[in-house]
């Protein structure tokens, strides 16, 4: 993958996404298989050069999740991370095979105290190893990128020394990550000019930013990097990733599209497709994307003041620097309600960016309908809930059928559920401390497990008393946490349907081990 210029002068520069990687990595973001193939394909039609897929050595779940991204992928490079050993690499590369443009992507690290304390390692053994990792990719793939881990914090000779001698081994992009988010824009800037002048090979590769947010500057840090001579940016959909995250791939599109004026750079990125990625990494992940977040937050286009939306209303520029429709944010909010029919629902999916075959139109269409029976308006935010809540939960085994709860100040609240497990019907009555506790009760006398319930956060998706409840729940068991979202005018049957959602997520992964270990 190069970097070149394009017609209007400007130079083109790679995205390289690590949603599944770096993102899924992060606590509580852990992703089913269908959900990555999904969030794939998104990127892959939204015009991500790169998608790093996964660390294929880390599970036989993510080696499995890189290979079928690997075959699936119809324009991007696909990318699996590997550390410097030889089974590693090894893995990525039989994980990637299947891939129209397979990459590894192998890193090691190289500041003083990564060599000292977690490598336990010489910076001459590193150097060695740099040179025989990059070697044993290069036999296996022509696509090689080599990171130096903690580059930010590395000496700078050894630095220019490990890079040097990775491109000579057949490192066709070399990244320097700022991976404890610790540099500032000028000096991560500088770092680059200083290593692409000082190497004699640098002129053969690519370089990349990979800026982590511990400071709030990953965005900043990353166009910097491209001033200093970088030309690919590692970043992820709503910026998720170890700790306070990594640069958010939208912030940085925007970025360089808005201020064409004083970045020269331009991304194949439709910007139009960049609110429905967002809102797809959020639904499987279970992150909500904070209301005032740069671009994609709810906020990001929505103006209350009476002053701004007088100036609003005067010239749209007075207060927006990007028109929503850019985005993928439609500009005026038709309101749905029961009389609304196939075609206008149609035509209201199509504005949100969703694209339903026959069979999931009728069913979200019969869902959109029971909805719009219980509430007067439905909006844009009702719908996007309610088509991503049966994305995630396509491949479920247990489903609530009904629910009845009995709650107010006499007590004791009761709840008697039916659930539906694998086409048997279950009922039970259950007692608990306030309602939606009895409503957990009940799933677990008919569920039950050990799993400890980490979150239960629930917020309005619309605003006034007939708003969508969405309720976010996480359970944790044997070290491994999974999330779940649900939505419905009731804030029970969300609570039920997403405490459930999370245990059918737990059910799939136990399924997945078992089948790995029987293999
Ligand atoms: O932050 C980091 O250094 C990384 C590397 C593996 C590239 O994620
Ligand atoms: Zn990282």
Redesign the pocket.
């Known amino acids: 993958m190069s970097a070149s210029k394009s017609v209007n002068s400007k130079d083109r520069v790679v995205i390289f996404d690590?949603t599944l990687?770096?993102g899924e990595?992060c606590p509580g973001a852990t992703m089913t298989l269908e959900e990555k193939l999904q969030v794939a394909d998104l990127l892959d039609e939204m015009g991500v050069d790169i998608i790093e897929a996964g660390f294929p050595i880390a599970s036989n779940g993510d080696f499995e999740a890189v290979s079928m991204i690997a075959s699936r992928v119809k324009n991007a490079v696909v990318a699996g991370?590997a550390r410097a050993g030889v089974k590693d690499i090894e893995r990525a590369g039989e994980a990637v095979r299947k891939a129209r443009r397979p990459r590894i992507?192998t890193?090691l690290s190289t500041s003083p105290v990564h060599m000292k304390y977690k490598l336990q390692k010489e910076p001459d053994e590193v150097l060695e190893m740099v040179i025989a990792s990059v070697t044993r990719a290069r036999n296996l793939v022509a696509d090689v990128e080599w990171?130096a881990?903690?580059?930010t914090r590395t000496e700078h000779d050894f630095l220019c020394r490990c890079v040097e001698a990775a491109i000579k081994a057949g490192a066709t992009t070399i990244?320097i990550?700022?991976?404890?988010g610790y540099t500032a824009p000028d000096e991560y800037r500088a770092l680059f000019r200083m290593v692409r002048e000082r190497v004699p090979n640098a002129d053969k590769a690519v370089f990349s930013v990979?800026c982590?947010n511990d400071l709030g500057m990953a965005v900043a840090n990353s166009v910097a990097g491209l001033e200093g001579g970088a030309r690919q940016i590692?970043c992820t959909i709503n910026g998720i990733?170890?700790r306070a995250g990594?640069a958010a791939l939208e912030e940085v599109v925007m970025a360089l599209k808005v201020r064409g004026d004083i970045f020269p750079f331009e991304t194949g990125i439709r910007s139009e497709m960049l609110t429905r990625a967002s809102k797809l990494v959020s639904a499987v992940t279970s992150f909500p994307v904070q209301y005032n977040k740069a671009i994609v937050g709810r906020n990001a286009f929505a103006h209350e003041s009476g002053i701004h939306q007088d100036g609003m209303l005067k010239h749209t520029q007075t207060y927006e620097i990007m028109t929503p429709e850019t985005v993928g944010v439609a500009k005026t909010s038709l309101v749905m309600g029961k009389h609304s029919g196939r075609n206008a629902f149609r035509d209201k999916l199509k504005g949100l960016g969703y694209e339903l075959s026959d069979n999931e139109f009728e069913d979200a269409f019969n869902r959109f309908k029971a909805l719009a029976d219980q509430k007067k308006h439905v909006y844009d935010e009702d719908i996007e809930a309610l088509v991503d809540e049966k994305i995630a939960t396509a491949t479920d085994r247990m489903k609530v059928l009904s629910l009845l709860v009995v709650a107010g100040t006499l007590g004791p609240q009761v709840a008697t559920l039916t659930l539906e497990i694998d086409g048997v019907h279950k009922t039970v009555q259950s007692q608990g401390n306030g309602p939606v506790d009895a409503c957990f009760n009940a799933i677990k006398a008919i569920v039950p497990h050990e799993a400890m319930l980490e979150l239960y956060q629930v917020h309005a998706v619309t605003e006034g008393t007939d708003a969508q409840a969405e309720v976010s729940v996480r359970l944790a068991e044997a070290g491994k946490a999974v999330t779940a979202k649900a939505a419905h005018p009731d804030t029970l049957v969300a609570s039920a349907k997403a405490y459930l959602g999370a245990l059918n997520k737990l059910m799939q992964k136990r399924d997945r081990l078992h089948a790995t270990a029987a293999e």
């Open positions: 690590t990687r770096d990595q991370l992507h890193f990171s881990e903690d580059g990244n990550p700022d991976t404890v990979h982590h590692e990733g170890e990594n």
